[in-house]
């Protein structure tokens, strides 16, 4: 009633205001106005409301601040939260009414009537709000320029070789950055270590297993500086190189032979982008064209029929992820397929957590919300999933392969042989049905033509399954109508804020962007930016992981974080003195790798020394060589290689879905999609490298591979360019009683008596 008053008075002097004009009525209805907003509505903003939105708090959810009459002017993401005398078309009423289920506010607690009746009728004045930011601005946006000050979005520089007083020392030009920070110091590095040591050591990093004896005897018999170019030249040739640098890229994509968590749906043709990998590492495909191809290889021009499915293949990248395919909110399921794209993205190429700029301005970073929707809205125009007649279930994207005449020639006589032995059975179906209802129900004699019927019911549905066709891969493809996207508030499809234009990181962009074509999804442009050498991040994040993984620590040991809370390089002319080398020399891998391992400083043995350790006990100098634990895959394939029993492959499917047992739930009327079960291997895959292997999305994995569950394998679930390290008593308890390593051990024992 009181309020009710206060608001016609206001209303009355307003009119004679309007009616007769002069300062004294302006004045005295002002100051009604200032009145019942201080009484009334901040009491309310202060209670409900400063909390979560407020400089005091150091909070601005949604990018909105209520304590200034310019917060609300200005908004948040989804605009001014307040019209003055427009209160139904007002943000902040539609919120205090829940009018809007994804915009409720507060979250924890509606208003009281009362309280929103206040609101309601402070709008309707014009909200009047003599309050001036007098409490603090806060920033709004990011400084792109001041962000370009920390060393990882600097442009990468050619540095000259540094001065040494050991200049016997070096091998390649990484020792003397090495040597001259060590000199800086007065240490010295390790000796350098014995002949096998070293062969046993770039074996192992090179190709995941141990060197022959015959390999160790020819290498020790020949004391030749060539002999070590000879290795590392022998080694980077081998199947076994790309299969162990597959592995690497593999845990920063979430590989596995499954989609999505529920109901063990196969990732069928997954498999695919593994031996695209091998492949890629095998032929030093440009590190350039391998981001390329993965973000983008469907839209780049290829020659052969091979090139161009290689192309599609690629993109897989972008899919083989933990996908949540059962979810029933497909709004929610797209922008939750994109957030994985873009953190993909700004993990493995970039080394950044872009991610975290989903719901809000990066907390640390300078990546602006608006950064990560420009990302989004790339791959928000990538068609990723679709929805299949099957519950709430969806599916990621497959796409057909191109086919020289040879294969078609090949698949088409395959198919034909199917479908005449699919035919033969369903004739068969139809006798036994025929015979089965001629005889009496209920006879030994009926029932076994229904067995036979039931039995040739899941023969012809599994043949069905796993019918020869257009070889496919799982990839993406631009959509019909690419768009911009809009601002997901607190990263909810169904609140949305304004439209961001598609574009890239900017505090990492030197040079105009290239212009996104109309109805193009602007994935090739983004390829093409991150693979750059303008773009300062890609490179040198690339050598510091190949860095990391010969000498067991990286010289930026946050790998994957290159942003202002990771770590600094230790050095950082280092740093960008391979970046610059690996861009100059091609983006080859391989090269690196090979002058990496030639290099005199990856020859240093583990020798410890005192005074080093008491000036340098993290070893970031690397005045030795950092001692390295096999990985999960390599302790299984070694024990493989050493028993003689490692069988090599050269691909395929993982998942052994021609095996009628492993697969269930064909039943088109079924509501859930058809899984799998890892009943029966194909015949010797138990015996291959742990890469072929299947590979389970959660959980332990399993039977021939289950070392992984206890070496810090990297679960799919997440995204690493460098594992963990863990020691604990279970690791020593499976080496000592593993069946399998008995195994290994007793064939081992045969080997060397027989």
């Known amino acids: 009633k009181r309020t009710s008053t206060a608001l016609l008075r206001w209303a009355m002097k307003s009119m004679i205001l309007i009616t007769h004009g002069g300062p004294l009525f302006a004045a005295t209805a002002d100051a009604t106005a200032t009145s019942f907003f201080k009484k009334e509505i901040v009491p309310i903003l202060e209670s409900r409301c400063y909390e979560c939105h407020s400089h005091a708090s150091g909070k601005a959810k949604g990018g909105l601040v209520l304590d200034t009459r310019s917060g609300w002017e200005r908004g948040g993401d989804s605009g001014p939260a307040i019209i003055p005398y427009q209160p139904d078309t007002s943000l902040l009423i539609d919120a205090v009414r829940y009018g809007n289920v994804n915009t409720q506010m507060p979250p924890t607690e509606k208003l009281s009537a009362p309280e929103i009746t206040l609101l309601e009728q402070w709008v309707a004045m014009g909200a009047p709000d003599p309050r001036q930011a007098d409490v603090g601005v806060v920033k709004k946006g990011i400084d792109i320029e001041a962000g370009r000050n920390h060393w990882a979005f600097q442009p990468i520089q050619n540095p000259a070789l540094p001065s040494i007083k050991d200049t016997s020392w070096p091998l390649d030009q990484v020792d003397w950055f090495l040597l001259a920070r060590l000199e800086q110091d007065n240490l010295r590095p390790a000796p350098t270590?014995?002949?096998?040591?070293?062969?046993?050591?770039?074996?192992?990093?090179?190709?995941?297993?141990?060197?022959?004896?015959?390999?160790?005897?020819?290498?020790?018999?020949?004391?030749?500086?060539?002999?070590?170019?000879?290795?590392?030249?022998?080694?980077?040739?081998?199947?076994?190189?790309?299969?162990?640098?597959?592995?690497?890229?593999?845990?920063?994509?979430?590989?596995?032979?499954?989609?999505?968590?529920?109901?063990?749906?196969?990732?069928?043709?997954?498999?695919?982008?593994?031996?695209?990998?091998?492949?890629?590492?095998?032929?030093?495909?440009?590190?350039?064209?391998?981001?390329?191809?993965?973000?983008?290889?469907?839209?780049?021009?290829?020659?052969?029929?091979?090139?161009?499915?290689?192309?599609?293949?690629?993109?897989?990248?972008?899919?083989?992820?933990?996908?949540?395919?059962?979810?029933?909110?497909?709004?929610?399921?797209?922008?939750?397929?994109?957030?994985?794209?873009?953190?993909?993205?700004?993990?493995?190429?970039?080394?950044?957590?872009?991610?975290?700029?989903?719901?809000?301005?990066?907390?640390?970073?300078?990546?602006?919300?608006?950064?990560?929707?420009?990302?989004?809205?790339?791959?928000?125009?990538?068609?990723?999933?679709?929805?299949?007649?099957?519950?709430?279930?969806?599916?990621?994207?497959?796409?057909?392969?191109?086919?020289?005449?040879?294969?078609?020639?090949?698949?088409?006589?395959?198919?034909?042989?199917?479908?005449?032995?699919?035919?033969?059975?369903?004739?068969?179906?139809?006798?036994?049905?025929?015979?089965?209802?001629?005889?009496?129900?209920?006879?030994?004699?009926?029932?076994?033509?229904?067995?036979?019927?039931?039995?040739?019911?899941?023969?012809?549905?599994?043949?069905?399954?796993?019918?020869?066709?257009?070889?496919?891969?799982?990839?993406?493809?631009?959509?019909?109508?690419?768009?911009?996207?809009?601002?997901?508030?607190?990263?909810?499809?169904?609140?949305?804020?304004?439209?961001?234009?598609?574009?890239?990181?900017?505090?990492?962009?030197?040079?105009?962007?290239?212009?996104?074509?109309?109805?193009?999804?602007?994935?090739?442009?983004?390829?093409?930016?991150?693979?750059?050498?303008?773009?300062?991040?890609?490179?040198?994040?690339?050598?510091?992981?190949?860095?990391?993984?010969?000498?067991?620590?990286?010289?930026?040991?946050?790998?994957?974080?290159?942003?202002?809370?990771?770590?600094?390089?230790?050095?950082?002319?280092?740093?960008?003195?391979?970046?610059?080398?690996?861009?100059?020399?091609?983006?080859?891998?391989?090269?690196?790798?090979?002058?990496?391992?030639?290099?005199?400083?990856?020859?240093?043995?583990?020798?410890?020394?005192?005074?080093?350790?008491?000036?340098?006990?993290?070893?970031?100098?690397?005045?030795?060589?950092?001692?390295?634990?096999?990985?999960?895959?390599?302790?299984?394939?070694?024990?493989?290689?050493?028993?003689g029993k490692l069988q090599h492959s050269s691909g395929g499917p993982a998942l052994a879905l021609d095996y009628m047992e492993n697969v269930n739930g064909l039943d088109p009327k079924n509501v859930n999609p058809p899984g799998f079960t890892l009943g029966t291997y194909h015949p010797g895959q138990k015996q291959r490298r742990t890469l072929y292997l299947p590979i389970m999305r959660y959980g332990p994995q399993p039977g021939p591979a289950n070392v992984r569950n206890l070496f810090d394998f990297t679960q799919p679930a997440s995204m690493t360019g460098q594992r963990a390290i863990t020691a604990v008593p279970t690791q020593a308890l499976f080496l000592m009683n593993s069946d399998e390593l008995k195994q290994r051990a007793s064939e081992l024992a045969d080997r060397l008596t027989s």
């Open 193 to 643: 270590t014995d002949r096998y040591t070293w062969l046993r050591r770039v074996t192992l990093n090179l190709t995941g297993l141990p060197p022959t004896p015959e390999e160790i005897q020819a290498f020790i018999a020949d004391d030749s500086e060539e002999a070590f170019t000879l290795v590392a030249d022998r080694l980077l040739n081998t199947r076994a190189f790309g299969e162990r640098w597959a592995r690497h890229w593999l845990d920063l994509t979430g590989y596995a032979d499954q989609v999505g968590t529920a109901n063990n749906v196969a990732a069928a043709d997954g498999w695919r982008y593994r031996d695209y990998l091998v492949d890629a590492f095998n032929t030093d495909k440009a590190f350039d064209r391998f981001v390329r191809e993965q973000l983008a290889g469907d839209l780049m021009p290829g020659g052969t029929a091979e090139e161009r499915a290689a192309g599609i293949i690629a993109t897989g990248f972008l899919l083989l992820g933990d996908i949540d395919i059962a979810n029933s909110d497909k709004d929610q399921m797209r922008v939750n397929v994109t957030d994985q794209q873009v953190s993909k993205v700004g993990t493995a190429f970039l080394g950044m957590t872009l991610g975290c700029a989903r719901c809000h301005d990066h907390k640390f970073d300078p990546i602006p919300v608006e950064d990560y929707y420009a990302l989004a809205g790339i791959f928000q125009s990538t068609d990723s999933t679709y929805k299949i007649n099957r519950g709430v279930w969806s599916m990621v994207r497959t796409r057909d392969l191109p086919e020289t005449g040879a294969q078609q020639a090949a698949r088409a006589a395959l198919m034909s042989q199917h479908a005449d032995r699919i035919a033969a059975w369903k004739d068969q179906r139809i006798a036994s049905r025929e015979l089965a209802d001629a005889l009496k129900p209920g006879s030994e004699e009926r029932q076994q033509h229904e067995a036979k019927v039931r039995d040739l019911n899941r023969r012809i549905e599994h043949a069905e399954y796993v019918a020869p066709s257009i070889p496919q891969a799982i990839a993406v493809s631009d959509v019909a109508a690419p768009s911009d996207m809009r601002i997901t508030i607190r990263g909810n499809p169904h609140a949305l804020g304004k439209e961001v234009p598609r574009g890239f990181l900017q505090v990492a962009s030197y040079s105009p962007p290239n212009t996104i074509p109309a109805g193009q999804s602007g994935r090739l442009e983004l390829a093409n930016w991150i693979a750059s050498r303008d773009n300062p991040l890609t490179a040198r994040v690339t050598v510091n992981r190949i860095w990391q993984k010969l000498f067991g620590e990286g010289l930026v040991r946050s790998v994957d974080y290159f942003g202002l809370r990771g770590e600094e390089p230790t050095h950082p002319t280092l740093l960008d003195h391979l970046a610059d080398r690996f861009v100059r020399d091609g983006w080859s891998q391989k090269k690196l790798i090979r002058d990496l391992v030639l290099s005199r400083a990856y020859r240093m043995s583990g020798s410890y020394n005192s005074r080093a350790a008491t000036l340098d006990p993290d070893n970031r100098l690397l005045w030795r060589m950092n001692p390295q634990r096999l990985d999960a895959e390599s302790i299984r394939d070694s024990h493989f290689a050493v028993s």
